[in-house]
Structure formats: structure tokens, C-alpha cells
């Protein structure tokens, strides 16, 4: 049966297909699915063999010692973070004093402190990449945008080996070399992403919330920011994934992490140990681009 | 039969005196001043149309009465108070912004858009929904649907009278509005402007309306501003004046041609007069509605809902299937404002099946049906008096053309 007045009004109404569950909630596709479930899945399915691996195969003395495993069952979570100093330059953490590894290489304790590498600098980054970000979009400031982008980019163009050494040169080894060395690595993508993402926000969105009578910060907090939140989590995201693989680097000026497997590997040529550090540091990877995708997904507002 | 409810001169009049005086806006390295030395005055509860070319400064001159544009000269005065005696901010959450598009935060739910300004004046939560459930049901949005749902759940019509409402939240005195209708399809866009001319017929708000479109200046404005280069005024007066007597050539080519059967966008619908076939209520018995209506003559039946709304117009065979009168939801009527023009109505009338239209008033109520024949009878008596019109005009004015500036070619109609 037709109506009697079929004039179609507007676009159609999205009344028919409402969303089975609570309105307004993020839409869900299934690529998104699909990024969400597979590198987790993955990373499992690659840590299950390399734990067979360790299990079954027959070790020599220097790899057992490196591979040492004890720790993963029995959590030292207490023995790795006993005291916090950060006073000490060298090591914040007396029992990850790299003086004391060779004794035991401990394989949880370097998966933790190349993920604590990997945080600390990540949040150092943001800290200081997204308030930069926003100045650099806020009036007369924005001529200096391209200069710090600029900079921000022979940082991330400098290899990284060569950053990391020239900082050790300067300021000596330990944690907080390291940290400074992949905080200026992973700034880059953030500070970009700040900026591009303010910038990117519609203009008439911004003149509304003036026009309205929004005051220059409630604007940036509430228009500019939020909308370009998207954005600069995508920016934190490849910025979490560049440390973490930098800070493979941070075992050669003594501030641990990975690497350190590599290393031992690399220098006494055993082929297993190479093999089992490289696989470790592409599955925290992995694992920690999956973190950020999570957290993007997370932190999206709602209604974009 | 016609009109229901208050005539113009008893509505409330909520809106306040805005003046322009010798506004002037220059930016720096241009020769020529943008706004040239602007004077103007909207009475309070009026609609005002800035209409004009592109770049002739309508949205300048629009921008400076809340200071999103400082003006290099002149004052701007609302209610005889100097708009700078505030700070922009505080001046701009008493004055409604309406723009194109409806301009929403995509982030925050229709509620909280429309909520945005109250909150920032600090009114309580309890106080701000009200106000926000008060608005979306003025705008013709149901605010149990609505209230919770983003911008992008809306389609473009439905954005914009979020927008409308944002624009009202604080009850501001003056709403400006820039290009509000621009955006969305020519009937969505005809349906808007008819609410918003129902709403300001309620509120009696003063509101500023920069437009491109003369057809729309004409329906909304009780007085249209046609601005030239440098926001220069051609003409400022009320629509039937500047169709029946251009003030010079460049106005008369604004205008355009035509404007006899421009005359028809004046005539609104409520000046004409309406049949009442018969209506029913949602749920009603079917048989005892049929029997009337045929009875009556009527093929059709209008049905209403709790609100004296019109949900369905259906056939009576099509009635007939059912034991209970069945309404539709709302949006798939097709309904005019009793202040659409004709012009709308006749569009109207073409897209639907029934060569008829209904009419509604005030929050959608109805009023009537207007048929084809109607509008046809008052078009060949409006021809015939707009002619009259025009030569008495021009008798009382002397020759046409005296006066009148050189004509460019570039002067656009837009």
C-alpha cells in the first residue's frame, strides 16, 4: 500500500535501522574487528611456540642462563621494583642494576624494563608533544609550527644509534639517557599529529563555539581538543611502536631492556639467542601497537 | 477559517532594538572598506534580511554585531547599549548564532549542543533539560528520540533545527543567523523556513538573517536590507515595497524578473481560505470516520494525533483495510506552514499526490486543507491587482529609471 503523500522529506530518517545497542555507541566495523582480534591472537600463538621452544630444546649453559625462566612463573615483580630512586642516574631500580645481570639475565626483567623504557618515554612524549602541539596552533605561535616540526624531524631523521650514543657521550649511560634519547625518537608523531589534528578541526566548528560565546580555552578543550583526539592518539600510537623498537638500543649504553638478548646473542654468535630476542621485541611491539589501537578506540569520543 | 490564534499586532515581543550607526570595517591593506560606513536600525521583534551579491559584506556586517569581527568604526548599539561595554564573550552567550548547516559539535549529543550556552551561563542541570526538551519540541524534534542521539545520527534538515534550537537555548533577544538554510534540499529547506517564520511569530525575537537568496529574503524578512559593494545599502524596506518599487536598477536586477509572479512568494497561505474535509484521530473506529467522509464528499481522510497534528492523509480505500484510523510518524507528511508562501504551496501540491496540501499553524497544529483551484483563483486576482499596483506606483513616482546608477554587467543575481 502507498502513502497518499509519498514526498519524501529531508534524507531519510535513520529511525528504521536503529543500532541494536545503546545509541550513539562507537561504531564497531568489522576491519576494526578484524585489527583488534588477530595481533593479540597472533602475539599468543608466536609467545606459545617460543615457550615450547624453551621448554624442549636442549640448552647450553650461556643460553640457559639468558633465557633464564624462572621469573615468568614466579613473579619478582617485588625484586625488580624493590625501590624506587630516581635519583640514581644509572639505575632507578637497585636490582636492575646492569652491573648485577650477567649473574642472571632475567627474561621477565627484561621484558619489563624494555616495557618501562617504552611507557615512561611514551608518556614523556606526550606530555610534552601534545602542549607544544597546541601552542604551536594558537595565535601568534603558529609561524614557529613549521621551525619545530622541523626540528622535531632531523630528530626522528638522526639515527637512532647515533642519537642514543651521542646522548651517552654527553650525559653517561643509564635508564634516563635512554629515556631522553627515545623521548626526543618518539616525539615527532605526536607533535605532528597535534598539530595537524587542531588544525584539522573544521573551522565554522571553531567559529561556532566563539559565536557562542566559548572563551579561547573553553574552545581548545572543548571543540578543538576532542575532535582532534582521534588524530593524536594515532600519533601515540606510531610513537609507541617506534620506542619500542628503539629501545632495543638502549642495552649499549647500559640502560637494559631487549636488546640486551640481541646483544649477548650477536656477540658470542649464538644463533638462538639472536633469534629469541629479535622475536621478544616484534611481539612487544606488536603487542603495544595493539595497546594503542585499543586505546585510540577508547579514547574516540563518541559521535565521530 | 483562515486564521486562528493572535494577529501581528497582539504577539509577545521578546526581541530587542538593534542599531547600527556608521559601523565602518577596514582591513588592513585594502583600499576599499569592506562595510563602508553602515547605519541601520532593526525594530525590536522584527526579522531583518541582509541580502547581496557575494562579497558585499552581509556576513561582515553580520559578524560585527557579535564581535566576531571588531568593527574600525561606528557603534553597534542592542536595546540602545553599546555592544562593547561587555566583554565579547558574555555579549555573545546573550545573542543566538545560528549557522549553516546548524554548525553542531559532532562530539556532543543534540542535548548538549543545545545546552551548551545555559551551561556556560551557569544554569542548573535540571533547569537546562527542561529548556532543552522545551526547544527540540518547539523545532518539531521529539525530544524522547532525539535528546540522546550525535549529529551525525541527524540528517541535514534535522542538524539545523538542532541548530535553530542551540541558537534559542539562552533566550537570547537577538538571533543573528548566517545563511541558516543554505545547506539542506529545497523542500527541507522550505519547511525550515516556514517553522522558523511560526517560531518568531510565537517568540517575537529581533533576528538578523544573512542570506544570498532573494526568494528567501522575501518569505522571511518583514524587511529586507540589499546590500551593494562595501555593504552599501541599495534598499531597506519591507518586501511588498521593494518588489512594487525598486529603488534603482541594481535592486530591480537583483530582484530579478518576474517579480509579478514574485508577488505570489508574499501571499501566504493563512490570507487564503481553507477547506475542512474530515479528519479523524489516531485509533479511532474506521466504519462511523468512512461514513462521514463519504458522506461529505471527501475522498480523503485527515488524521490527527493527541496534539491536533496531522500524521496521515489516507485515501479511503486505503482506510478500509483497517477496523482503527492508523497515524504514520510525522516526518512522512508533507505539510506547510500557514505563513508558507504560494509559491511553496504550489511546489507542494506538485509533489504530492493530492494536488492539495495540508496547512498547519503554530507547533504543527492543523489548520486546513488548501486546494489547487484556490491558489489558482487568488493568483489571477493577485496578477491583475499587482498591476494596478505598479502603475499607480509608478504614477506617484513619476517616469522609472530617473536616477537610477549606471548598471555594471558583473552585478550578480545570485
Not at chain 1, 566495523?29 to 624453551?54: D, K, N, Q, S
Not at chain 1, 601568534?140 to 646522548?167: D, T
Not at chain 1, 566559548?214 to 582521534?230: A, D, I, N, R, Y
Not at chain 2, 489547487?372 to 487568488?378: C, I, K
Amino acid at each position: 500500500m502507498t502513502e497518499p503523500t509519498p514526498a519524501v522529506l529531508d534524507e531519510p530518517i535513520p529511525e528504521g535501522h536503529e543500532p541494536s545497542g545503546k545509541r550513539g555507541a562507537r561504531v564497531i566495523t568489522r576491519e576494526m574487528v578484524t585489527m583488534l582480534t588477530v595481533p593479540p591472537i597472533l602475539v599468543a600463538a608466536v609467545f606459545g611456540g617460543f615457550v615450547w621452544w624453551r621448554q624442549t630444546a636442549e640448552l647450553d649453559v650461556v643460553e640457559a642462563n639468558q633465557l633464564r625462566w624462572s621469573l615468568l612463573i614466579n613473579s619478582r615483580f617485588h625484586e625488580v621494583f624493590p625501590s624506587w630512586n630516581p635519583m640514581d642516574w644509572h639505575a632507578p631500580f637497585p636490582s636492575w642494576n646492569p652491573a648485577t645481570w650477567y649473574d642472571g639475565p632475567l627474561l621477565q626483567g627484561l621484558i619489563w624494563e624494555h616495557v618501562l623504557l617504552t611507557v615512561v618515554s611514551a608518556v614523556i612524549v606526550v606530555a610534552i608533544a601534545v602542549p607544544l602541539g597546541v601552542m604551536l596552533t594558537r595565535g601568534g605561535l603558529k609561524v614557529l609550527a613549521p621551525i619545530v616540526v622541523g626540528i622535531a624531524n632531523a630528530g626522528q631523521a638522526a639515527p637512532s644509534v647515533g642519537l642514543i650514543v651521542l646522548l651517552f657521550l654527553w650525559l653517561d649511560g643509564g635508564f634516563w639517557t635512554a629515556i631522553i634519547a627515545l623521548s626526543l625518537y618518539g616525539i615527532l608523531p605526536v607533535l605532528r599529529n597535534t598539530i595537524v589534528g587542531i588544525q584539522g578541526v573544521d573551522p565554522t566548528l571553531v567559529e561556532a563555539g566563539r559565536g557562542i560565546g566559548m572563551t579561547g580555552w573553553m574552545t581548545l578543550f572543548k571543540v578543538e581538543l576532542p575532535l582532534s583526539v582521534p588524530v593524536i592518539m594515532a600519533g601515540v600510537r606510531t610513537s609507541l611502536v617506534l620506542i619500542a623498537g628503539t629501545a632495543s638500543l638502549a642495552c649499549f649504553i647500559d640502560a637494559g631492556g631487549l636488546g640486551e638478548i640481541l646483544q649477548t646473542g650477536i656477540s658470542l654468535f649464538k644463533f638462538s639467542l639472536m633469534v629469541t630476542g629479535a622475536v621478544l621485541i616484534a611481539l612487544l611491539a606488536l603487542l603495544i601497537e595493539w595497546l594503542g589501537r585499543v586505546l585510540e578506540l577508547l579514547t574516540r569520543p563518541k559521535g565521530i | 477559517m483562515t486564521e486562528t490564534g493572535g494577529t501581528n499586532s497582539d504577539r509577545a515581543i521578546s526581541g530587542a532594538e538593534l542599531r547600527l550607526d556608521n559601523v565602518v570595517k577596514r582591513y588592513p591593506g585594502q583600499k576599499v572598506a569592506a562595510v563602508d560606513s553602515l547605519s541601520l536600525t532593526v525594530p525590536a521583534g522584527e526579522i531583518v534580511t541582509f541580502v547581496g551579491p557575494s562579497g558585499c559584506g552581509k556576513t561582515t556586517s553580520l559578524k560585527m554585531i557579535n564581535r566576531l569581527i571588531e568593527p574600525t568604526s561606528g557603534t553597534i548599539l542592542i536595546d540602545d547599549q553599546d555592544i562593547r561595554s561587555d566583554s565579547a564573550t558574555s555579549l555573545r552567550r546573550k545573542i543566538g548564532y545560528v549557522i549553516q548547516g546548524g554548525s553542531l559539535f559532532p562530539h556532543m549529543t543534540v542535548a548538549t549542543n543545545v545546552g551548551v550556552v545555559p551551561k556556560m551561563l551557569g544554569w542548573d542541570s535540571a533547569k537546562i533539560s527542561a529548556r532543552v526538551d522545551e526547544l527540540l519540541d518547539l523545532v518539531g524534534l521529539d525530544p524522547d528520540r532525539y535528546r540522546d542521539r550525535y549529529p551525525r545520527e541527524l540528517s541535514g534538515g534535522q542538524q539545523q533545527r538542532v541548530g535553530v534550537a542551540r541558537g534559542l537555548a539562552a533566550d537570547p533577544p537577538v538571533i543573528l543567523m548566517d545563511e541558516p538554510f543554505g545547506a539542506v534540499d529545497p523542500i527541507t529547506r522550505q519547511r525550515l523556513q516556514d517553522e522558523l517564520i511560526s517560531i518568531q511569530r510565537e517568540l517575537g525575537k529581533t533576528i538578523v538573517c544573512v542570506t544570498h537568496d532573494i526568494d528567501e529574503a522575501i518569505k522571511l524578512g518583514d524587511r529586507i536590507l540589499i546590500l551593494q559593494e562595501g555593504a552599501q545599502i541599495a534598499q531597506y524596506d519591507t518586501p511588498e515595497n521593494i518588489l512594487a518599487a525598486p529603488a534603482n536598477d541594481f535592486v530591480a536586477d537583483f530582484v530579478g524578473a518576474g517579480s509579478t509572479l514574485k508577488q505570489l512568494s508574499l501571499t501566504r497561505v493563512r490570507a487564503l481560505d481553507l477547506n475542512r474535509p474530515t479528519t479523524a484521530r489516531v485509533g479511532d473506529d474506521t466504519a462511523p470516520v468512512m461514513q462521514h467522509a463519504e458522506q461529505a464528499g471527501d475522498e480523503t481522510v485527515v488524521v490527527l494525533d493527541d496534539r491536533d497534528r496531522p500524521v496521515a492523509w489516507p485515501w479511503l480505500r486505503q482506510m478500509r483495510n483497517n477496523p482503527t484510523v492508523r497515524g504514520e510518524p510525522r516526518e512522512n507528511l508533507l505539510t506547510i506552514d500557514q505563513a508558507a508562501t504560494l509559491n511553496d504551496a504550489l511546489d507542494t501540491m506538485l509533489t504530492s499526490t493530492h494536488s492539495k496540501v495540508i496547512v498547519t499553524g503554530d507547533r504543527d497544529r492543523y489548520l486546513g486543507v488548501l486546494d489547487f483551484e484556490t491558489v489558482t483563483d487568488h493568483m489571477r486576482h493577485a496578477e491583475r491587482e499587482a498591476a494596478e499596483h505598479v502603475e499607480q506606483a509608478q504614477r506617484e513616482n513619476g517616469v522609472p529609471g530617473q536616477g537610477r546608477h549606471e548598471r555594471t554587467p558583473e552585478d550578480s543575481h545570485d
